[in-house]
T-cell receptor, first 114, second 111 residues
Framework: SQQGEEDPQALSIQEGENATMNCSYKTSINNLQWYRQNSGRGLVHLILIRSNEREKHSGRLRVTLDTSKKSSSLLITASRAADTASYFC??????????????FGQGTELSVKP | DAGVTQSPTHLIKTRGQHVTLRCSPISGHKSVSWYQQVLGQGPQFIFQ???????GRGNFPDRFSARQFPNYSSELNVNALLLGDSALYLC??????????FGDGTRLSIL
């Protein structure tokens, strides 16, 4: 079963707008990661935030983590048509410190219209 | 450098058959994990192998098995295929606690 719940399930915006996706999880974590998946392809790692971090930036991406609420958000600023993809949050389960078991949410399908 | 490679890219099988999927990790990566992704859902963890030993197993029946070879490549085997096994099977490799790198997957269709 999936651990994460993502919200919204689908998001449609215009190019240049910001996109915010939220993720909730259930158990203790080492870290939380965000991945992107273009249709029919594998997952591409975007950003990792550790359990002792609250915010992290990478280019146009901003991730926040609230361990007290067991939630995270991914903000994509100034979106582009090329950002159209499915976005997944994944938690690195507490007992697997070799980074081998990721528990994924159900994903947010982002559509950016030119 | 080559990324994670998976073969075949697409596969069509009938119920009751078995299938073997293959994965070559990024050079230097000793950990390989397998995931099943049903259409419209996030990937679900099946197995993790590290240094040829199984380190983790997800909630999948015994029809699913895997192994890792001395060169760190890996195979996922599924016996007695069911319609519900139709999915994208993803392989990921990693080095230490670094993020996992995914291949493009094998699309398995069961008729």
């Amino acid at each position: 079963s999936q651990q994460g719940e993502e919200d919204p399930q689908a998001l449609s915006i215009q190019e240049g707008e910001n996109a915010t996706m939220n993720c909730s999880y259930k158990t203790s974590i080492n870290n939380l990661q965000w991945y992107r998946q273009n249709s029919g392809r594998g997952l591409v790692h975007l950003i990792l935030i550790r359990s002792n971090e609250r915010e992290k930036h990478s280019g146009r991406l901003r991730v926040t983590l609230d361990t007290s609420k067991k939630s995270s958000s991914l903000l994509i600023t100034a979106s582009r048509a090329a950002d159209t993809a499915s976005y997944f949050c994944a938690t690195d389960a507490f007992f697997y410190n070799q980074g081998g078991k990721l528990i994924f949410g159900q994903g947010t399908e982002l559509s950016v219209k030119p | 450098d080559a990324g994670v490679t998976q073969s075949p890219t697409h596969l069509i099988k009938t119920r009751g058959q078995h299938v073997t999927l293959r994965c070559s990790p990024i050079s230097g990566h000793k950990s390989v994990s397998w995931y099943q992704q049903v259409l419209g859902q996030g990937p679900q963890f099946i197995f993790q192998y590290y240094e040829k030993e199984e380190r983790g197993r997800g909630n999948f029946p015994d029809r699913f098995s895997a192994r890792q070879f001395p060169n760190y490549s890996s195979e996922l085997n599924v016996n007695a295929l069911l319609l519900g096994d139709s999915a994208l099977y993803l392989c990921a490799s990693s080095f230490g606690n670094q993020p996992q790198h995914f291949g493009d997957g094998t699309r398995l269709s069961i008729l």
